[in-house]
């Protein structure tokens, strides 16, 4: 059973910066895919970033078009952990953050069967 533990959200003012980690366990095969997903209040579940696990595909990619160029999504094989980087962050990126897993990088929350609890980001202006 995969298992996807997220830390790292918190309060910041508009333009500082945060990164988030999801630390994954459990069969490779239902974890090849970590995606980063937000929900704001009222909004639907988007997805932000993708990236494949396996160390011999290429690099993630920002889905999301309101974050790319201050979003970057990596990962560090040896702590089984993904990260989000959000730098100039902007009120309206204040939402729950969702680590999820699954067998292929998806561009809806369908293709992902493993899900974190959630870390909340909120930006004041």
């Known amino acids: 059973q995969v298992q996807l533990v997220e830390s790292g959200g918190g309060s910041v003012q508009a333009g500082g910066s945060l990164r988030l980690s999801c630390t994954h366990s459990?069969?490779?095969?239902?974890?090849?895919?970590v995606a980063w997903f937000r929900q704001a209040p009222g909004k639907e579940r988007e997805v932000v970033a993708t990236?494949?696990?396996?160390?011999?595909?290429?690099?993630?990619?920002v889905l999301l078009d309101s974050v790319r160029g201050r979003f970057g999504i990596s990962q560090d094989n040896a702590k089984n952990t993904v990260y989000l980087q959000m730098n100039n962050l902007k009120p309206e990126d204040t939402a729950m953050y969702y680590c999820?897993?699954?067998?292929?990088?998806?561009?809806?929350?369908?293709?992902?069967?493993?899900w974190g609890q959630g870390t909340q980001v909120t930006v004041s202006s």
């Open positions: 990236k494949y696990t396996d160390t011999f595909t290429s690099a993630g990619i």
């Open positions: 459990g069969p490779t095969s239902d974890k090849r895919c």
């Open positions: 999820a897993a699954g067998s292929y990088c998806g561009n809806s929350d369908r293709a992902f069967g493993f």
